[in-house]
């Protein structure tokens, strides 16, 4: 069974422009949540969508958004980005009240 | 209220020794507590998790130690091996809501031969 896929690994962006990440859940998995990994942040939730809707939503800005196709594939947006954006960004899915299982993520960083 | 508080922030073991990590947390709505393991370059995979109605959970050389009146909880590595060196981090979750994680800050272990 194929776990998360998370593309692309790694992305490098200048400042002011904006970046469109991928996630392909585990199938069968309905729910995706997308996490930013920070050395001095640590892991924070960004937002967590469940059948196309998004359910949950963490203390980001704006610039962050995401969305969730019917095949439960994710993306997630940052607009305008920041020095400060740079970070590894990690995609979770679950069945919806179960495990979560990350995948190996997409380093970011922004010049 | 929301957060997750982990230590120590780094730890030393020798082979074979046992690793101790602990985490306490505020929020009584925590009812899902599951620890992972990260890799240099990895995302994070999921370990163990354990519910309160529980009071402690093993899998393998793995166990969570749950104390619910104390809101805390830990993960003991038995026989700790250098391949158990990564980072480790606690983290909880509100009822129906286990893919919005509450992260600890992370425990770097490093298990030496």
């Known amino acids: 069974k194929a776990g998360v896929t998370q593309t692309p690994r790694y992305l490098i962006k200048t400042r002011g422009q904006q970046v469109t990440l991928s996630c392909s859940p585990i199938s069968g998995h309905r729910s995706v949540s997308w996490y930013q990994q920070t050395p001095g942040q640590g892991l924070q939730f960004l937002f967590e969508?469940?059948?196309?809707?998004?359910?949950n939503k963490g203390n980001f800005p704006g610039r962050f958004s995401g969305r969730q196709f019917s095949n439960s594939r994710s993306e997630m947006n940052v607009s305008t980005l920041e020095l400060g954006d740079s970070a590894l960004y990690l995609c979770?899915?679950?069945?919806?009240?179960?495990?979560?299982?990350f995948g190996q993520g997409t380093r970011l960083t922004v010049v | 209220q929301q957060q997750v508080k982990q230590s120590p922030q780094s730890l030393i073991v020798q082979k074979g020794g046992i690793s101790i990590i602990n985490c306490a947390y505020e929020n009584t709505a925590f009812d899902y507590f599951p620890w992972y393991q990260q890799f240099p370059g990895k995302g994070p995979a999921l370990l163990i998790a354990i519910r309160p109605d529980v009071s402690e959970k093993k899998e393998g050389r793995f166990t969570i130690s749950f104390n619910k009146s104390a809101k805390q909880f830990s993960l003991h590595i038995m026989d700790s091996q250098p391949g158990d060196s990564a980072t480790y981090f606690c983290?909880?979750?509100?009822?129906?809501?286990?893919?919005?994680?509450?992260f600890g800050t992370g425990t770097l272990l490093a298990v030496q031969p």
């Open positions: 979770a899915s679950s069945r919806g009240e179960s495990e979560a299982f």
């Open positions: 969508y469940f059948s196309e809707t998004q359910r």
């Open positions: 983290a909880a979750s509100l009822s129906g809501a286990t893919n919005k994680l509450i």
